[in-house]
């Protein structure tokens, strides 16, 4: 199961020292990945329903922090070794090169939780990353029923997978979910390939000591 960290250019992260403490600390402790928000320009007055807060708005962005996610990965890149990056949104049409030296380029993860987005995810992805909950601030809450929407959609692209003759062990399934081994091992046995956590701190002393308790007492512990 691999433990990734989402949110890592929001809010006081978008500043270089905080980010740097971040992506450090993440690597040291054993986290697989790093995920960027794209959220950077926000129309004034837009009337776009958001799904994952329960007032359908995307919370006060008029000073809310956000870097441009390929500037702040970039900046990762240069001061880590091993962990991996993923953005969320990235609008097309576009080109980009050099191409990526890893084989087959950049994987396509397809996010979202409606019928539409499971059919995109077995055509055209390399992952599928479903979204059950609702964002507070940088923590995605999650309720008691959570994991039953989860497996609805896991079981919906097994079977999208079946009617088009995909294989659905080729695609990795991602999710946000806890710091918690027992609930992080049913997700696992769900048929989910990684769960990403939100960053456990602000600060820079307390984030570091978080990171290295969950790789301690629940990254170490995992299959």
Known sequence: MKIGLVFVNAGPFSEPDL?????????????????????????????????????????????????????????????????RFGTAVMFGPLRSHPKPVQAGGVPIVVGGHSPAAVRRAARLGDGFFPAVGKLNGLNWEVDAAAPERLRALIEALKTECATIGRDFSTMEVSCIGPAHVDTINKLREMGMSRVVLGPPAFEPTSLRSRLEKIGREVIARLP
Do not use: C
């Open 19 to 83: 980010f740097r403490t971040l992506a450090l600390s993440a690597e040291d402790n054993g986290f697989e990945s790093l995920w960027t928000v794209e959220h950077v320009a926000i129309p004034d007055g837009f009337q776009s329903s958001y799904p994952y807060t329960a007032s359908g708005k995307l919370g006060n962005m008029d000073e809310f922090l956000l870097s441009d996610p390929l500037v702040h990965l970039a900046f990762a890149a240069s001061i880590t070794k091993r962990i």
